[in-house]
């Protein structure tokens, strides 16, 4: 496999995916420490769960004197109390001894620590620690560190090649190589992941797939699988964009596929991609024959850098799943494919990383490239879609848009939405998706908590929420297994099954 895998896939994708520059939070402290001529920002500099093999982050403290007068440091050592995962840096210069180093009046130094984390046998989290010295005449004072290491099994740039399970016995690292980025399953391999398996991704690695992909998160979600970036310090929690994503490719050899069930998918770029490929034109991705087929039940995507779900004439069901904070579209269907979205929630306000500018949901049956001789050319195929039982809301007027080839012919553009509530123009979906009905429009859904990742249909007492009793039938269990439908006081007839991933109890 060629180092231009992404570049080609990013071809198609239409846009730019720019590395973040990630900057560690510090590990200062309001309150100082020490005794003598010298104060520290903090008297133990903790490291969160670094996995065995993989550098930290970069923290750091402050060491001040708070004198009218220069205070020399005699002697600054970091003591090695179990091996060199340490590293330091004073004040720009690397070493782990440092002599009469002076720090003005009314100043301060940096002291920036580094910790790689040697593997052992353990399978549960341990900690590692070292101390810092710092002597000043006769008073020696100590600042202490402390790490907690989790080894892991490494997967660098691995091709699978033949079927084989990853084991839920300790965390699994995706790392990306010059010829693979990440992971890749090849046709007639099955990659199947245990319950209870955590899969970590390094920068920019992704799952690729031409095979299948099994990823059963069990009966419940105490057994559930987790794909997400592999920092785990405090300063990089829900930030999108740390790995690229699950991706399933399309190829003229097999039908890549994707079983999810009781998943969580965050921290990505494109979290779920249904219809990569490395052709080398658009007239590739055309035949429907090849699309993957991707399959959901009781999975949660959230904190994408761009789109959750991007489905590129790919075929998609999702059934009791949610979704929420996306940097672009949380649902993209472009170029046409089959999409089938039943007792769903998509969510989108953005968040405190990306903003909401993009409707929550694009529905697309066409692409224009521009071709190398500047002319443009459109590509088209049919697209099909049915929501059910579904809700889809954000804080922007409209939440739908619509990239359609044959206007309002409708020939290849087929949508369909049946008890649905939808954030947007009732007049213009029934103009683009013939045949929908029985739908709300532009009702706020009165979710218990959604700041807090909370979408209960809820208000006051629990049972205002427009969601509620909203249609005759549904699935017979919801996002967190609770049975459909609840019983509620006085349900009205015909109607006891909620809209949306969450039956409210």
């Known amino acids: 496999m060629s180092k231009g895998f992404l570049k080609i896939l990013l071809k198609w994708m239409m846009v730019l995916t720019v590395p973040l ?38 923290r750091y403290f402050k060491v001040f004197n708070d004198s009218r007068s220069p205070v020399t440091i005699a002697d600054i050592s970091l003591k090695h109390l179990v091996g060199t995962q340490f590293r ?13 180093v002076e720090i003005p009046a009314r100043d301060s130094i940096y002291v920036f620590v580094e910790v790689t984390v040697n593997p052992n046998s353990q399978q549960t989290p341990y ?18 560190l402390q790490a907690f290491g989790q080894n892991a099994h490494y997967h660098f740039g691995q091709e699978i090649s033949s079927s084989q399970t990853w084991n839920n016995d300790l965390p699994h690292v995706i ?74 490719l399309r190829t003229n050899s097999c039908v890549a596929k994707g079983f999810l069930k009781y998943c969580v998918v965050t921290e990505s770029s494109y979290s779920i991609y249904s219809g990569a490929g490395l052709g080398s034109t ?16 009781n999975v949660i995507i959230k904190n994408s850098l761009y789109d959750a779900v991007y489905g590129f004439n790919g075929k998609v069901t999702a059934r009791n799943c949610l979704m929420f904070a996306a940097g672009d579209n949380l649902v993209k269907l472009s170029l046409g494919g089959e999409y089938n979205f039943t007792n769903y929630t998509m969510y989108n306000t953005g968040s405190r990383y990306v903003g909401h500018e993009i409707e929550a949901l694009e529905l697309g049956n066409a692409v224009v490239v521009e071709e190398a001789d500047g002319s443009k050319t459109l590509y088209h195929a049919p697209l099909t879609t049915n929501f059910a039982n579904s809700v889809l809301y954000g804080n922007l007027r ?16 087929t949508n369909h939405f049946s008890y649905c509530s939808v954030k947007t123009n009732a007049d213009t979906l029934s103009l683009f998706c013939p045949g929908s009905a029985n739908n709300q429009f532009n009702q706020d859904p ?60």
């Not at 020490?34 to 982050?57: K, Q, R």
């Not at 391999?189 to 990823?215: D, R, Y």
């Open 398 to 413: 409209n939440e739908v848009s619509y990239n359609n080839f044959d206007g309002l012919n409708l020939g290849e553009f």
């Open 175 to 248: 790392i990306s190589s010059d010829t693979v980025p990440g992971v890749y399953v090849r046709c007639g391999a099955t990659l199947t992941i245990q319950p209870g398996c955590k899969i970590f991704f390094a920068n920019n690695s992704a799952l690729f797939v031409e095979g299948i992909l099994k990823a059963d998160g069990g009966t419940s979600w105490s057994d559930s699988t987790v794909f997400q970036g592999v920092r785990l310090e405090q300063y990089y929690d829900d930030k999108p964009g740390q790995w690229f994503g699950l991706v399933f």
């Open 282 to 297: 658009i007239s590739d991705y055309l035949n429907p024959a090849f699309s993957p087929e991707v399959t959901m039940d």
């Open 446 to 505: 009165r979710f218990k908590k959604a700041e807090d990742g909370d979408f209960t249909p809820w208000d006051s007492i629990g049972y205002f929420s427009p969601l509620i009793d909203a249609s005759p039938s549904g699935l017979n269990s919801d996002l967190y297994g609770n049975a459909r439908p609840a019983t509620k006081v006085n349900p009205p007839n015909g109607t006891p099954y909620d809209i949306g991933a969450i039956e409210a109890q």
């Open 127 to 144: 900690i590692i620690i070292d101390d810092v010295d710092f002597t000043v005449g006769d008073n020696t004072e100590t600042v202490h």
């Open 88 to 100: 330091m840096n004073v004040d720009g210069q690397s070493g782990d001894h440092f002599t009469n």
């Open 21 to 58: 520059i990630l900057l560690s939070s510090g590990g200062c402290k309001k309150d100082n420490f020490g005794t003598s001529a010298l104060t520290f920002s903090t008297d133990t500099l903790t490291f969160d769960t670094v996995f065995a093999s993989l550098g930290s982050t970069t």
